[in-house]
């Protein structure tokens, strides 16, 4: 790491509030050219503040912000490209229809009020070739792996000249061997003199790259320390929840009987397009965990719907305990006792915009005790929600709370709550920690292995491959709508597991 007496970046005593949420006290931070800065803190400690705040996005109540020695005041997001400040955020900001080429030029002025096609393919191949970032420059976006769009939104902040580049959960949907290819590309960028900040929830790839970090809580800078040999896991987790986190306790157990059998299953649209679940055979048996892996479009998604009854198979059988299930809906499946926490917990989960009641008794409200002759019992679902929060630790929440205004982390508690509140058979859990703190992370793990040991049996949808080693008894990856692979957990390895999900037919 190379370093100079003025920081590439100076946030001082930054201040923000939103009614009575004061997001940002007084926080401090440095960047200096060629470093990489892991920025950490739960959910909901302000990081996304502070970066907005950064880019433009907020105006800060208080502070002042420096690049390279010049003070920044009243700035917008296209001054802040300008200053040579560049976000790459979770959710990528393309045009798929577009080339790669096109998506680069997009907002650009060009000479002479011309775009310069010329000049931005070699500038594209120069980006390239100096930081390992190769892309080829009549490629349609919608054609691009999710790596490789990664890939591009990164090219467009160095197009546009990013000294400072901002990395907002950057390998969240990455396999292990393009997490390393961005790694390799950020060490590149650093050694050039970039400054990055690097914001993760994966404890184990910031101490692979970072060289110092800055540790938030509850919208305050609690440490900055340099990354050396005395920095653990546990003393990160601890740093970001101002308490000890304990290790899982995942003990053998043997499997029970078959909860769920899966033959030929198969979707399509009846178009001829391919089909986004082909001929997919899975078993799941009492007190077991079966995680399945697969980069994000592969089929993990449809694979859960169907189990949970909100996708109907084109052709294939399913058996729930022994039973064959006719009629795969909902209604079907929940009586069957299989739960349903699905991946958009915003979207398909809660009704963010009422009362967390509504929400919480969504999928059995046509049913006793909450309902009776097709009248509500306010009492009874009071009375329900209320357990339900305290038992999961819901916090910020009340019974007429609208669900939206709740953190996410205490969302995901309450998506929880409710679907395992009635002692479910059969768990199907989709990205349950996405965008999770380390806390609530936790959380969710422990209640995930309380179920296994209570003869449950979960299926486990997740694209982070760590979470799967440590929750699973054993694994099935998915490559375009197939079953590739299927391994037990203590007899495998990431690299063999990310192999299979990026199509290999031989894992290493």
Same mark, same amino acid.
């Given at each position: 790491m190379t370093t100079s007496p003025i920081p590439l970046l100076e946030m001082r005593g930054i201040d923000k509030q939103f009614g009575e949420v004061h997001a940002n006290k007084s926080i401090d931070l440095q960047l200096f050219s060629g470093e990489v800065l892991g920025l950490l803190g739960e959910n909901g400690a302000g990081k996304t503040t502070l970066m907005n705040i950064l880019f433009g996005m907020y105006r800060a109540d208080a502070g002042t912000i420096t690049v390279e020695g010049r003070t920044v005041s009243n700035h917008k997001p296209a001054d802040s490209l300008?200053?040579?400040?560049?976000?790459?955020?979770?959710?990528?900001?393309?045009?798929?229809?577009?080339?790669?080429?096109?998506?680069?030029?997009?907002?650009?002025?060009?000479?002479?009020?011309?775009?310069d096609e010329s000049s931005a393919r070699e500038r594209l191949l120069q980006i390239g070739s100096q930081y390992g970032l190769e892309l080829d420059p009549a490629r349609q976006v919608a054609e691009l792996t999710v790596g490789e769009q990664q890939r591009l939104e990164i090219i467009k902040a160095l197009f546009r000249g990013a000294k400072i580049l901002v990395l907002d959960e950057p390998t969240s949907v990455l396999t292990p061997q393009q997490a390393e290819g961005l790694f390799q590309a950020v060490r590149a960028m650093v050694a050039d003199g970039v400054g990055v900040i690097f914001i993760s929830h994966k404890l184990h790839e910031v101490l692979g790259i970072v060289q110092r970090i800055a540790v938030m809580r509850r919208g305050e800078m609690v440490a900055t320390i340099i990354n050396d040999n005395n920095v653990t896991h546990l003393r990160l987790a601890e740093l970001m929840c101002g308490r000890e986190l304990q290790p899982l306790?995942?003990?053998?157990?043997?499997?029970?009987?078959?909860?769920?059998?899966?033959?030929?299953?198969?979707?399509?649209?009846?178009?001829?397009?391919?089909?986004?679940?082909?001929?997919?055979?899975?078993?799941?048996?009492?007190?077991?965990?079966?995680? /399945? $892996?697969? =980069?994000?479009?592969?089929?993990? !998604?449809? +694979?859960?719907?169907?189990?949970? @009854?909100?996708?109907?198979?084109?052709?294939?059988?399913?058996?729930?305990?022994?039973?064959?299930?006719?009629?795969?809906?909902?209604?079907?499946?929940?009586?069957?006792?299989?739960?349903?926490?699905?991946?958009?917990?915003?979207?398909?989960?809660?009704?963010?915009?009422?009362?967390?009641?509504?929400?919480?008794?969504?999928?059995?409200?046509?049913?006793?005790?909450?309902?009776?002759?097709?009248?509500?019992?306010?009492?009874?679902?009071?009375?329900?929600?209320?357990?339900?929060?305290?038992?999961?630790?819901?916090?910020?929440?009340?019974?007429?709370?609208?669900?939206?205004?709740?953190?996410?982390?205490?969302?995901?508690?309450?998506?929880?709550?409710?679907?395992?509140?009635?002692?479910?058979?059969?768990?199907?859990?989709?990205?349950?920690?996405?965008?999770?703190? /380390? $806390?609530? =992370?936790?959380?969710?793990?422990? !209640?995930? +292995?309380?179920?296994?040991?209570? @003869?449950?049996?979960?299926?486990?949808?997740?694209?982070?491959?760590?979470?799967?080693?440590?929750?699973?008894?054993?694994?099935?990856?998915?490559?375009?709508?197939?079953?590739?692979?299927?391994?037990?957990?203590?007899?495998?390895?990431?690299?063999?597991?990310?192999?299979?999900?990026?199509?290999?037919?031989?894992?290493?």
């Open positions: 300008a200053l040579g400040i560049g976000m790459v955020h979770q959710h990528f900001h393309l045009v798929p229809r577009h080339s790669v080429l096109e998506n680069l030029m997009v907002g650009e002025p060009g000479r002479w009020g011309r775009l306790n995942k003990p053998t157990i043997s499997r029970g009987r078959s909860l769920l059998r899966l033959v030929n299953i198969t979707v399509d649209d009846g178009r001829g397009h391919p089909a986004r679940l082909h001929k997919v055979n899975l078993d799941l048996h009492a007190g077991e965990i079966v995680g /399945v $892996a697969g =980069v994000s479009g592969n089929g993990q !998604r449809e +694979l859960a719907e169907v189990v949970a @009854g909100v996708l109907t198979p084109s052709s294939g059988s399913i058996t729930v305990g022994g039973a064959s299930v006719d009629r795969a809906n909902r209604r079907a499946m929940q009586g069957y006792g299989v739960a349903y926490i699905p991946e958009d917990r915003m979207g398909d989960g809660l009704l963010t915009t009422l009362p967390l009641s509504d929400s919480m008794i969504l999928p059995r409200m046509h049913q006793p005790p909450f309902s009776r002759f097709g009248w509500l019992n306010k009492q009874a679902i009071r009375q329900f929600v209320e357990q339900q929060i305290e038992k999961f630790d819901i916090r910020g929440a009340d019974v007429s709370i609208r669900a939206g205004m709740l953190s996410g982390g205490n969302l995901q508690k309450a998506l929880l709550a409710r679907e395992l509140a009635f002692n479910p058979a059969i768990v199907v859990a989709s990205q349950p920690t996405r965008g999770l703190d /380390v $806390a609530a =992370v936790e959380f969710v793990h422990n !209640r995930f +292995l309380q179920l296994r040991d209570n @003869g449950c049996g979960v299926l486990l949808v997740s694209e982070d491959l760590e979470e799967l080693f440590a929750l699973s008894d054993r694994m099935v990856v998915m490559y375009e709508g197939r079953i590739v692979g299927h391994e037990e957990t203590e007899k495998t390895t990431p690299a063999a597991i990310g192999l299979l999900m990026a199509g290999s037919k031989q894992a290493a």
